[in-house]
């Protein structure tokens, strides 16, 4: 019985931290929302008139908010729990990489060439299985650039 319980309590805690977001910061014109911050679909952000900010959701699409008094609502509605790895995966490929020199970070062979990689799905392969992933962000870079639609 003690065992089942540990296990219970075990799956409660970590079942909470496997659920991901529903949407990645990817630009923003207010300093207090950084790029890679996370929002819930239905969250308030707490975004000033005249700004705006741009979200990505783990299926590629990219929204862009302007900001209004009280903030804005993040659309839409709460992504599958499958897409959480994708979601984690393009987190980290947004926010700024490292600092200083890191190791092993060619791991699996040669990097694919950056205009090979225009589609998400291709970005995102080539960032969990190949470690390439400079390559991996400037792909993803040029794919939000080309995609990144008029505010709303």
Do not use: H, W
């Not at 700004?51 to 862009?64: C, H």
């Not at 490929?93 to 799905?121: K, M, N, Y």
């Amino acid at each position: 019985m003690r065992k089942l319980m540990i296990g219970i309590a075990l799956s409660v805690a970590f079942g909470g931290a496997a659920m991901a977001s529903d949407y990645i910061v990817v630009n923003s014109t207010d300093p207090a929302i950084k790029r890679g911050q996370a929002f819930d679909a239905g969250a308030r952000v707490p975004l000033g008139a005249g700004q705006t900010v741009t979200l990505m959701r783990a299926s590629g699409e990219v929204t862009t908010l302007r900001g209004a008094a009280g903030g804005v609502a993040v659309p839409g509605a709460r992504l599958a729990a499958a897409d959480a790895a994708r979601f984690e995966t393009l987190r980290a490929l947004v926010q700024p990489p490292p600092e200083g020199r890191t190791f092993g970070a060619r791991r699996g062979g040669i990097c694919p060439a950056l205009e090979s990689l225009t589609t998400l799905d291709d970005i995102v392969r080539v960032a969990e299985t190949s470690g390439c992933k400079t390559v991996a962000r400037q792909a993803l870079e040029a794919y939000l650039a080309k995609d990144a639609p008029k505010a709303n």
